[in-house]
């Protein structure tokens, strides 16, 4: 069975500073990653997936995760937080080819001025 | 244009009765998914679809009961509405799986659900 976990529910940078939202996972099979974000009121996007090419992804809007195995982590970084970054980020996992997509918990990102 | 829709936006209705929320999706894609998302449990899933006919459990289906007698449509019905099922409801579907396929989620609007 596969499962994710985001360690933080809440994350609260400054604007310009850099962002890290953190995310490990557990898969029986070579999973398939994905980062999705949540603005308010609003529908939800894929930022970036992993499917076992290279192991660093670049996603839209200057986000980029790695994919670690070791670690069992892909954690979700930007460079420099801006203020339309604020929202809610979930963490995806997907099971082989079932494709049932298990979503973590979510971190809420706070971007202050 | 072609995309997924879920009706009704919202619903009120009390405990005991049934209810289904719809889902339409126009791309004939294989995946479609019911989640709920509920403030600090994020996005659980409640069934999926891999194609017509073929429906499975995810993390939380009890109380809900699915069909896909057709590739667009996958309705989803509480049978006896209870309070713990107040939440939104998101339907998603997906083309398919693996590298070669499109394996990214298309969300409909949501189904905002109250069970007094």
């Known amino acids: 069975a596969q499962s994710v976990t985001q360690l933080d529910s809440h994350v609260s940078v400054s604007e310009g500073t850099p962002v890290l939202l953190r995310c490990n996972y557990s898969?029986?099979?070579?999973?398939?990653l994905f980062w999705y974000v949540q603005h308010p009121n609003k529908g939800l996007q894929l930022l970036l997936k992993?499917?076992?090419?290279?192991?660093l992804v670049k996603g839209i809007n200057g986000f980029e995760a790695e994919f670690k195995k070791s670690e069992t982590s892909f954690h979700l970084t930007k460079p420099s937080a801006h203020m339309s970054d604020a929202a809610e980020y979930f963490c995806?996992?997907?099971?082989?080819?079932?494709?049932?997509?298990?979503f973590g918990q979510g971190t809420t990102l706070q971007v202050k001025p | 244009d072609a995309g997924i829709t879920q009706s009704p936006r919202y619903k009120i209705t009390e405990t005991g009765r049934q209810v289904t929320l719809m889902c339409h999706q126009t791309?004939?894609?294989?995946?479609m998914f019911w989640y709920r998302q509920d403030l600090g449990h994020g996005l659980r899933l409640i069934y999926y679809?891999?194609?017509?006919?073929?429906?499975d459990k995810g993390e939380v289906p009890d109380g809900y009961v699915v069909s896909r007698s057709k590739t667009e449509n996958f309705p989803l019905t509480l049978e006896s509405a209870t309070r713990s099922q107040t939440s939104v409801y998101f339907c998603?579907?997906?083309?398919?799986?693996?590298?070669?396929?499109?394996?990214?989620?298309?969300f409909g609007s949501g189904t905002q659900l109250s069970v007094l």
């Open positions: 791309w004939s894609h294989s995946y």
């Open positions: 898969s029986s099979y070579s999973p398939s």
């Open positions: 998603a579907s997906m083309a398919g799986t693996g590298i070669q396929a499109n394996e990214k989620l298309f």
């Open positions: 992993y499917t076992s090419a290279a192991t």
């Open positions: 679809s891999a194609a017509a006919d073929i429906t």
């Open positions: 995806v996992v997907s099971a082989g080819n079932t494709g049932k997509l298990i």
